[in-house]
């Protein structure tokens, strides 16, 4: 039988390594424990091991190992933070449907845009560069639209609310308007108001209610 030929590696690449040729140094006389001088993508020149070539143990001269502890170090670093958490949670109400919001987010089609869904970082740095701070939530402008930098903005919670109810619209004076801005301008408990149309589902009702309970019925 013919003794397996082994390829040479040359010109081949193995995960940052480009192999440049074989460590003629560094041959044995049976080939199985051959070396190759390889070029990583960072610049760095290195001898590596054909076994750990092949079997994928060197994929580079240290740098990727590096860079992911330094990016898991910045990632701890910003773990515990308010907006790391509001990430998370954005995250959760979009695709984890074990969330208790999901079916008002992810189950109605809204995402995360892959900008910020593939790195926090990206979100971070929006974040500080559009008016975060800690008292804002993050809110959409379209209720419908997805989490992206041309639908968001940091708003207090109670812009937000009102942000929120605004697809709830009800026939005010002969007005289309937000059920929310209706109850807050005549003064009327909006939590009330809700549970008066959760009682009867009846615009014409709810509109009845709200003027009747209006503060001042200029
Ligand atoms: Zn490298």
């Known amino acids: 039988m013919a003794r397996k030929i082994i390829p040479d590696l040359s010109g ?27 070029k990583c993508d960072c610049g760095a020149i290195r001898s590596v091991k054909k076994y750990d070539l092949l079997c994928g143990t060197s994929k580079s001269c240290g740098c990727a190992t590096k860079e992911r502890i330094k990016a898991a170090d910045f990632k701890h670093g910003y773990s515990r ?5 509001i990430y998370q949670m954005m995250k959760y109400r979009c695709y984890n449907p074990k969330y208790s919001s999901f079916k008002e987010y992810g189950g109605r089609g809204v995402t995360v845009c892959d ?7 990206n979100f971070i740095r929006w974040a500080l560069n559009n008016g975060y701070d800690d008292t804002l939530s993050i809110d959409r402008i379209d209720v419908n639209g997805n989490y992206d930098p041309n639908n968001c903005r940091w708003a207090t919670s109670k812009a937000q609310q009102r942000n929120k109810r605004k697809a709830f619209l009800i026939v005010f004076d002969g007005v289309e308007r937000s059920f929310a801005d209706v109850c807050d301008e005549n003064g009327v408990s909006r939590r ?4 008066h149309w959760m009682r009867h589902k009846d615009k014409t009702k709810l509109v009845e209610y709200i003027k009747s309970h209006a503060l001042s019925a200029s």
Not at 16 to 25: P, S, T
Not at 81 to 85: A, F, K
Not at 115 to 121: A, H, I
Not at 192 to 195: D, K, L, S
């Open 12 to 38: 081949q690449r193995f995960g940052r390594y480009l192999v440049l040729r074989k460590d003629e140094n560094r041959c044995d006389s049976r080939g199985r424990h051959d070396f190759y001088i390889c």
């Open 81 to 85: 933070t308010r907006l790391y958490h």
């Open 115 to 121: 900008e910020w869904l593939s790195d926090p970082m």
């Open 192 to 195: 009330n108001a809700w549970q």
